[in-house]
């Protein structure tokens, strides 16, 4: 027999993502039309440990949809990884009569929902985060928004780099992922792009600059962070085609800003998915999107695979350059 759910809790976990108080306030106030009580926990899984949490009102989440970054805060906590921590995480969940989780994040946090899981805790999963490597969802919260931050970014750099003839090296995230740095060298028109997936050929590209330059007054290079060092790509094109190249940084400018119009539909669809997901006696699967469609997906298949990149859609962005 299906255990009746009569409270949830939240958290957000890791790096935090445009979108997660979209996802949050739409658990809430969706939960609340089911009559569900919901708690929010602060910190993340720090907070399930250090029991410091609030109940959450449809009020309390009023005027949140457009803040990106997340009202319930995040952190990670090395202490929930151990046994005595994950058990003392158990007890404030049972202490505080909490049926059922939510949780709000990416890989490791949903490592931590399968954990708890196997201790008796009903969890569902939210994806959540910008570098959008989740295996099982087409789109993860956050990437949309900070895709656009990036594509903005590198409009006023192209301004800067047509006027004085420069060329760019422009770091964005992606340590293990090029997702993020595929779309913004499509979206953003820029030429060449470096990612963790394919073997970077400094003397390649070189070569292909100074056979394009011609005509062109600006050079634009997206660079993933787990493919190389901005400041090693400059100084290797600048010594082999001979001109200046200036590097951008972007660093956590990425992350933050209101929210996009998709990420904050897609959290809506997510959450309204999860809380009837749990309602249904589900548990130990993440909300996910596939070919435009909600589903849920178990944690194990989740943690099965790695997804991928498009490769066609990496050379077309290089075919669209030239």
């Keep these: 027999m299906t255990r009746q759910i009569k409270k949830i809790g939240i958290l957000t976990s890791g790096g935090d993502a445009s979108g997660m108080n979209a996802a949050v306030r739409s658990i809430v106030r969706y939960a609340n039309y089911k009559k569900l009580e919901v708690v929010g926990f602060y910190e993340g899984f720090k907070g399930l440990i250090n029991n410091n949490y609030e109940t959450l009102s449809n009020n309390f989440v009023?005027?949140?949809?457009?803040?990106?970054?997340?009202?319930?805060?995040?952190?990670?906590?090395?202490e929930f990884k151990t046994k005595e921590g994950m058990e003392t995480a158990k007890k404030n969940i049972e202490s505080n009569n909490i049926d059922a989780?939510?949780?709000?994040?990416?890989d490791g946090s949903f490592r931590g929902a399968r954990d708890l899981n196997n201790l008796g805790i009903s969890s569902v999963g939210i994806p959540a985060t910008?570098?959008?490597?989740?295996?099982?969802?087409?789109?993860?919260?956050?990437?949309?928004?900070?895709?656009?931050v990036i594509i903005s970014l590198i409009s006023k750099i192209r301004d800067?780099?047509?006027?004085?003839?420069?060329?760019?090296?422009?770091?964005?995230?992606?340590?293990?992922?090029?997702e993020l740095a595929i779309n913004s060298c499509l979206a953003g028109g820029a030429d060449y792009v470096l990612i963790p997936e394919v073997k970077v050929n400094l003397v390649k590209i070189s070569n292909a600059i100074k056979n394009h330059r011609e005509g062109k007054r600006h050079t634009l290079i997206i660079v993933a962070e787990g493919a190389a060092k901005a400041t090693d790509v400059a100084a290797s094109i600048k010594l082999l085609v001979e001109h200046e190249v200036r590097i951008s940084v972007l660093g956590h400018i990425q992350r933050g800003g209101s929210p996009s119009a998709l990420d904050r539909i897609l959290a809506s669809k997510f959450s309204q998915k999860a809380v009837d997901f749990l309602i249904s006696g589900g548990k130990n699967a993440m909300v996910g999107l596939q070919n435009n469609k909600i589903k849920t997906v178990p944690f194990e298949e989740v943690f099965s695979k790695q997804k991928g990149i498009d490769k066609n859609l990496y050379e077309f962005a290089h075919i669209l350059a030239l």
């Design 62 to 78: 009023g005027g949140i949809i457009d803040r990106g970054g997340t009202v319930l805060f995040t952190a990670r906590s090395e």
């Design 101 to 106: 989780l939510v949780i709000i994040g990416g």
């Design 130 to 148: 910008i570098d959008n490597d989740i295996f099982g969802t087409d789109y993860s919260l956050g990437f949309d928004t900070a895709l656009n």
């Design 160 to 178: 800067t780099a047509s006027s004085h003839e420069r060329i760019f090296v422009i770091e964005v995230m992606g340590r293990n992922s090029g």
